[in-house]
């Protein structure tokens, strides 16, 4: 299962919770484009809106190929979820500070794209800043240890 799209700034900016898989509504050539060219989760985000999943500002490029359907590569796309999964996930959004961020575009072990999603809680700047401290300090410890390391 390799990634086809992470999203680094999720890690960055939300403190991870709850990740789930769900499928992605595709049209037309947009499969074509994400095994050749991939996607981009940059600045997209999942709302729940009548009781359906969508994704909102990912892009996927154009499949250059195409002869004459060619969705827009910023169009909202459905997700595919469990009613329950559903209801779980309006659930806690409707508490104060989450949302609901994608992670990551993959395809499965049957090669269906899917998007890993996961509720989230915003980090504050100063939480951005301590975590920026502990990976720089761990980073530092790895490389001394690997220095002294006896082959």
Do not use: W
Not at 11 to 21: N, Q, S, T, W
Not at 101 to 111: A, G, H, L, Q
């Amino acid at each position: 299962m390799k990634a086809i799209a992470t999203n680094r700034k999720a890690f960055r900016d939300y403190v991870i919770e709850h990740p789930m898989e769900a499928g992605i509504e595709l049209k037309g050539t947009e499969v074509k484009s994400l095994r050749t060219r991939g996607c981009s989760l940059d600045e997209s985000f999942v709302l729940i809106e009548r009781g359906e999943a969508f994704v909102y500002n990912m892009h996927v490029p154009e499949f250059e190929k195409s002869s004459y359907f060619k969705p827009d590569p910023k169009r909202v796309r459905k997700l595919l979820l469990h009613k329950r999964e559903l209801d779980k996930l309006q659930g806690l959004t409707t508490q104060r500070g989450y949302t609901i961020v994608p992670i990551k575009v993959y395809f499965n072990d049957k090669s269906i794209a899917k998007l890993e999603i996961a509720l989230a809680k915003g980090r504050h700047t100063y939480d951005k800043r301590r975590k920026l401290k502990e990976n720089i300090v761990e980073r530092e410890t790895q490389r001394t240890l690997k220095q002294y390391r006896v082959k």
